[in-house]
């Protein structure tokens, strides 16, 4: 399963989930569904996801049991 930090990172940086879906080109709704873990971003995603953090692409998501 593939966790990830979004939520967190997007209330840092005080992002809405419309924020960062228009800087990464999906639906606020895809974001939500990546934020609950109902949906794992292609690489392309993940990284423009990142991309928005200004941080790199693992402190963002990572496979469980590699915290």
Not at 24 to 38: A, D, P
Not at 47 to 64: G, P, T, Y
């Amino acid at each position: 399963m593939l966790n990830n930090k979004v939520r967190e990172l997007r209330a840092r940086h005080e992002y809405t989930q419309s924020d960062l879906a228009k800087m990464v080109g999906v639906t606020r709704q895809t974001i939500g569904f990546i934020e609950k873990g109902e949906f794992s971003p292609s690489v392309t995603l993940a990284l423009k996801i990142a991309q928005a953090f200004q941080c790199d692409m693992n402190e963002v998501f990572w496979l469980e049991g590699e915290e």
